[in-house]
């Protein structure tokens, strides 16, 4: 349309005061020189928080709130193309796949062009808009590069901006793996601690160059800004449009009618761009024009900001444009502007004085759980499924990629949303796991009958698995086996070394023995289940299954068992006529405990020393490395805060407010049961009626484990309780620990202090807390003390050689941050409701200073990918004729060095193949391995000829030579002299096919075989 012909018309028609129709100058682009304001239309869709994903897209449940993604996604076509100036951009690729799925061809061909001319840019590009805090950084990678892969295939492009508007502080890992790893070119938030942005605005520094990582320093940097509202929402009330905003400015312009405003509305918004300008540099501002479920109905949003542009400009001392945050980037990096550089991270986040969003670090931690078994179950899977073949028509992993990644919203995993939509991501993954499972059964078989060379479809041997373990429940391994049968149990080890760990299982029979699959008995160890496990086992299963157990287990079963790297082990289970001796545990009871001064437990090079009267841990010994530390291990819970009277801050599903400080003693000696035996040995402590701990050390293993059972958390004092558990040594750590970023580099924290600004102290615990995906550690010149976790929690170091992690938390108020629910979980069986136990573990080690890096690296990979175990029963000679007992996925000869991962091993859709590696350390971080890795891919596929290597971006969607061409370089302030010189992996010959990864670097290929 010939627009510019047109505005004379209009111009004409103003000044005569006779206009019917008005057609306005949306046309404008930047004016250097002047102030342009870049109008940004977005609608902030969150996969899931008051409402399910699903019901916020068909419009569903609005009495808790007024949403509809479907009619945001309609809306917004007829709405752009009734202007092509009008621009806007959208982000969760979960609700637009919905969408795109259900549109005509016609529509889906406009959507093209509207994507291919600009007018609607798909930004961000994941599924969803992922936490930061308690997201393991191959959750992100995973649930970016689904969404990455599918904008790709549908529409040919690579988002280019990271849009994380909303989540609750900001990860060093988003910025340089998720924003400079997938090739974006900078990154947009909202959220950093109120004090932070108060001293950002004054000096100017919202917008920076953020090299998360000290190993990959400028080679992984990202352009940044952070929103200068601390929101993500227009300048002020006056520019909201949505139907049912109240406070809209509306720009009444037309001179016949009553109430016209033109100048008052001109006025207003230069205004708040000037005060915006104030705060930032370069003639650049963003008006985020939207906040969440906006744009239902599109065209009262694009009407107002259509006359805004036209007025606006017409007065001239501001340019307004319709604008993208690819322009708005763009922009900005044409000013040539230096920029102050951000390292670390932007956490903990507090939105005022009290208000510390450090409790849901911890919130929901039986959905932290779960979802991290799941991203390490999906991670296996994904293996079995390349070695067996994929199937499209399923059964596939897709159902669990899908679960998960939604799972990864900052609504999601953060534990924010109410109850029934945490159910919701808790079904979705469950029905995931399911589908998963058949396939890795199927797998299994298929490997095993030595037919999955042959595209195995529909192999005989069927397995079953254990998911129900963490509540003592394998009904496949409590049978009978009187029929002469054995238990057949398969051991998958996901890894890429070789590695051993002990597995228990329950069983109902104490007259077995193991053998491995030469035949040979290998030692086991019987343990009694205690009642406090069976009562969790029955409680749960009938809140879950509808019914009990049929059988009731009296013996854990543990046995050391092997597997070599993606590949397995098969162990044979069988009933003997007499109890294996030896293999029960000695149970040493607290009267024999109280004539000793000390009881010391562990078989091997650690020895955990507890006090005879009490069962206090003292110390902690290890022959080998010459540790010999003090220690002392206890529970405490805080008392959540009720906000006062207003009842705002309360402590609740996003904040932490503590209320005082409460140890948990131990009810002394009568708790206090040592067990032994040739495997392990266990030290059970009950706390109190809803605390109790096991402690276990296992022979050749030089950590100890702690399995705890807390809840269910009484509330009938009416105070909601955060529980912790602290480990005291020491180590004199001088206010200073570190702390895991999305599981990868650490960083770090130095208690009430900042790197960035002066701290004002108002909280002292929560706001020392940080977030915690695979552990935290202290050290002094002499020692380290590390602590690992099997899920995210938060955690601290509230006192110099101390170490703290809270682990469960119940509450009895809402903290008035949106969500409108106390944090109060509960498990029912028919109308009867109990407050919600947790079953978790973690892991606790002291090394001499300096070695304790290997230890967290290794071993929580193994935390992150437990053994995958399957079993069934047959005849063990039969099956030993029948089938194979042992398989690696690669070169028997090889294996993966110590400091790399195979984070992805995946058959894409076409068949090829999706590859990703990762270096486990750090620059500095350990003497060995911070080195240069090679990984042999030719040994890595030992079964099959590559053909064909690409390396791509970290999502995948675009080649990283092209990634790296299109790349915007930043200016940043200061010396460039001063920079470390980033080491990386050189290019991968064809011919010999050795991958090399510098420490911290993560490379993915995509594979085409033979
Ligand atoms: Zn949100």
Redo the contacts with the bound molecule.
Sequence with gaps: MAIQGWVLIVLLWVSCAEAKYMVYDTTSKIVPGKLNVHLVAHS?D?VG?LKTIDQYYVGSNNSIQVACVQDVLDSIVPALLADKNRKFIFVEQAFFQRWWRTQSEAIQETVKQLVSSGQLELINGGMC?HDEATTHYIDMIDQTTLGHRFVKQEFNVTPRIGWQI?PFGHSAAQAYLLGAEVGFDSLFFARIDYQDRAKRKDDKTLEVVWRGSKSLGSSAQIFSDAFPAGNYEPPSKYFHYEIDDQDSLIVQDDENLFDYNVPRCVNEFISAALSQANVTRTNHIMWTMGT?FKYQYAHTWFRQMDKFIHYVNQDGRVNALYSTPSIYTDAKYATNESWPIKTDDYFPYADRVNAYWTGYFTSRPSLKGYVRTMSGYYLAARQLEFYKGRSKAGPNVDSLADALAIAQH??GISGTSKQHVADDYAKRLSIGYDEAAQMVEMSLACIMESSSKTGCRSPTTKFQQCPLLNISYCPSSEVGLSNGKSLVVVVYNPLGWKREDVIRIPVIDEKVTVKDAGGKVIESQLLPVQNASLAIRNYHSMAYLGRSPSTTPKYWLAFSASAPPLGFNTYFISRVKKPVPHAKSHVMHSSELSKSGTVEVGLGALKLVYSGNGGKLLRYTNSRTKVNATVDQSYSFYAGHNGSKDKLDASGAYLFRPNGSHPLKSKGKASFTVLRGPILDEVHQKTNSWIYQIARVYKGKEHAEFEFTIGPIPIDDGFGKEVVTRISTDIRSKKTFYTDSNARDFIERIRDFRKDWHLEVNQPIAGNYYPINLGMFIKDDKEELSVLVDRAVGGSSIVDGQVEIMLHRRLVHDDSRGVGEALNETVCVLNKCTGLTIVGKYYLRIDPLGEGAKWRRSFGQEIYSPFLLAFTEQDENSWKNSHVVSFSGIDPSYVVPDNVAIVTLQELDDGKVLLRLAHLYEVGEDKDLSVIASVELKKLFANKKIKEIKETSLSANQGRAEMEKKRLVWKVEGSPKDDPKVVRGGPVDPATLVVELAPMEIRTFVLAFN
Excluded: P
Aim: glycine share 0%.
């Design positions: 902030h969150d928080w808009m909303d969440d900052h609504d």
